[in-house]
């Protein structure tokens, strides 16, 4: 069992920036996947960057460029930083973390980006 605790999400103006912390804990030593999930109202769930072993990385189009993932091994914790926010960003982000007994979720964390 893998337990995950966010934070980090809140208010911000368009432009501004937050950083999301996912931190996990349990049976972590099996990690090979840690995402950022977004959901905004209305709408479905979308990876919005992830981490696999090794480092590699992935962002859906519309965040490239603004958003960057990245872990600290030694913490089990996976950061996703936010700059240049836009409304559109609003959602609620989601950690996600696969092992080999299986995919784990956070609880959410609301980010609400204001024009």
């Known amino acids: 069992q893998v337990q995950l605790v966010e934070s980090g999400g809140g208010l911000v103006q368009a432009g501004g920036s937050l950083r999301l912390s996912c931190a996990a804990s349990?049976?972590?030593?099996?990690?090979?996947?840690m995402g950022w999930y977004r959901q905004a109202p209305g709408k479905q769930r979308e990876l919005a960057a992830a981490?696999?072993?090794?480092?590699?990385?992935n962002y859906v189009d519309s965040v490239k460029g603004r958003f960057t993932i990245s872990r600290d091994n030694a913490k089990n914790t996976v950061y996703l930083q936010m700059n240049s926010l836009k409304p559109e960003d609003t959602a609620v982000y989601y950690c996600?973390?696969?092992?080999?007994?299986?995919?784990?979720w956070g609880q959410g964390t609301q980010v609400t980006v204001s024009s």
């Open positions: 996600k973390v696969v092992t080999t007994s299986g995919a784990y």
């Open positions: 349990g049976s972590t030593f099996s990690i090979n996947f």
């Open positions: 981490i696999r072993t090794g480092g590699s990385t």
